[in-house]
């Protein structure tokens, strides 16, 4: 299969100004129910923060969320994908940056993600098509 990162993304992407706290970042998050946002700084996508990045970097070092800004925790964005990247491409990216998500960039802008959950269902479709799972599992 030669797939590509647009046929296996999530579209609904969420960013925010790196200016917002914390704590309004994890509201967005809970209302959307979603489970990380896109980080920008003058309207160019620039990190990611995650639910792992509020536990670490907020709960472990009992730190008050509506006083910190999101751009002060974010990950950076080290790699990403166009849409038209073939997704073992994507994959590997993944595994050498060792990051869960990978932000799907056109044109300046992120249109989609791909997580780790994106790639379990395809290769789970992968498998169904091959006949080595059946739809039982």
């Given at each position: 299969?030669?797939?590509?990162?647009?046929?296996?993304?999530?579209k609904?992407?969420?960013?925010?100004?790196?200016?917002?706290?914390?704590?309004?970042?994890?509201?967005?998050?809970?209302?959307?129910?979603?489970?990380?946002?896109?980080?920008?700084?003058?309207?160019?996508?620039?990190?990611?923060?995650?639910?792992?990045?509020?536990?670490?970097?907020?709960?472990?070092?009992?730190?008050q969320?509506?006083?910190?800004?999101?751009?002060?925790?974010?990950?950076?964005?080290?790699?990403?994908?166009?849409?038209?990247?073939?997704?073992?491409?994507?994959?590997?990216?993944?595994?050498?940056?060792?990051?869960?998500?990978?932000?799907?960039?056109s044109?300046?802008?992120?249109?989609?993600?791909?997580?780790?959950?994106?790639?379990?269902?395809?290769?789970?479709?992968?498998?169904?098509?091959?006949?080595?799972?059946?739809?039982?599992?």
């Open positions: 299969m030669n797939d590509l990162v647009q046929d296996i993304m999530t609904d992407v969420v960013a925010v100004d790196e200016n917002m706290t914390a704590l309004d970042a994890a509201r967005l998050m809970t209302e959307k129910g979603i489970s990380s946002l896109i980080i920008e700084k003058n309207h160019a996508p620039v990190g990611i923060i995650s639910e792992r990045d509020f536990v670490k970097k907020i709960c472990l070092k009992d730190m969320p509506s006083t910190i800004n999101v751009g002060s925790i974010m990950s950076k964005i080290q790699t990403y994908a166009s849409p038209d990247t073939p997704v073992d491409v994507a994959v590997q990216r993944m595994v050498n940056h060792k990051i869960r998500r990978l932000p799907v960039i044109d300046g802008k992120v249109i989609g993600i791909i997580t780790v959950t994106d790639l379990a269902k395809h290769l789970r479709t992968i498998l169904l098509i091959e006949g080595i799972l059946s739809d039982e599992n």
